[in-house]
Each structure stands twice: as structure tokens, then as C-alpha cells.
């Protein structure tokens, strides 16, 4: 598939830096991560949900995502919010890409628009 948005997320998300988490978590809104939810449903219906290996080397390169992960009780409330809305961003962006067969168009790109707001920042 010529159009397959997965290689240049892909390539994105290797370039993902501790330094991006503020316009990450400002990309996020309420509506976003409710329609977030409602598609990590359909991708547990599916056996789909779980984001890791898309995601990892992201959390082994951005220790603020690695803290919220394994819930670092040294890790500020600010700072959890943050890393929190970030991550949202992100899965937000790998379901809208790799779940192009369980997630009609409408909702990817309501999923993946928080991630291009960033990328235009």
C-alpha cells in the first residue's frame, strides 16, 4: 500500500524527545481522549490494544512517558498530566494508523488530529 501512514509515523516517533511532551499535552482535549477511549474498546474487541510495540522505544527514549507508565511515584502531579495528554497524542496517532481496518475514516482522523496540530506547531 503506497499510502501506509505507518513508516513515516514510525520515523516521527523515533525523533520523539522529553522536550516535545509540553506541545504533546497541548494537542490534547477531553473530546479527543473520549473518542481515544471509545477505539481502544474496539481494538480490545480485536485483540489490538495493546500500543507497545509501536510505543516502546518512545518510552525507553522519554523518561517522563516511562514514569507514567510504571506510575514513578516521584513523578509530580504536573508532570503526570502532562506525560499523560502526551501519550494520549501518540496513541491517539498509532490508532489512526495502524487500526485502518477496525477504525472508520472519520474517527482516525478525529484521533490523529491532536498529533498533526503538533506536528504543524
Known amino acids: 500500500m503506497d499510502d501506509d501512514p505507518r513508516p513515516a509515523l514510525a520515523a516521527r516517533l523515533?525523533?520523539?524527545t522529553a522536550a516535545d511532551l509540553p506541545r504533546l499535552a497541548a494537542a490534547w482535549?477531553?473530546?479527543f481522549s473520549n473518542e481515544l477511549g471509545a477505539?481502544?474498546?474496539?481494538?480490545?474487541?480485536?485483540?489490538?490494544g495493546d500500543l507497545s510495540h509501536v510505543l516502546g522505544s518512545v518510552f525507553d527514549r522519554v523518561p517522563p512517558l516511562a514514569a507514567f507508565i510504571t506510575e514513578d511515584e516521584l513523578q509530580t502531579e504536573p508532570a503526570r498530566v502532562e506525560a499523560e495528554r502526551a501519550l494520549e497524542v501518540l496513541e491517539g496517532a498509532v490508532v489512526a494508523a495502524h487500526a485502518m481496518d477496525l477504525i472508520?475514516?472519520?474517527?482516525r482522523a478525529a484521533l490523529a488530529h491532536p498529533w498533526r496540530t503538533f506536528l504543524e506547531g
Do not use: F
Not at 477505539?39 to 489490538?48: K, N, P, Q, S
Not at 472508520?104 to 474517527?107: A, C, G
Open 29 to 31: 482535549s477531553q473530546p
Open 39 to 48: 477505539a481502544h474498546l474496539v481494538l480490545a474487541e480485536h485483540d489490538r
Open 14 to 16: 523515533e525523533a520523539i
Open 104 to 107: 472508520p475514516t472519520e474517527r
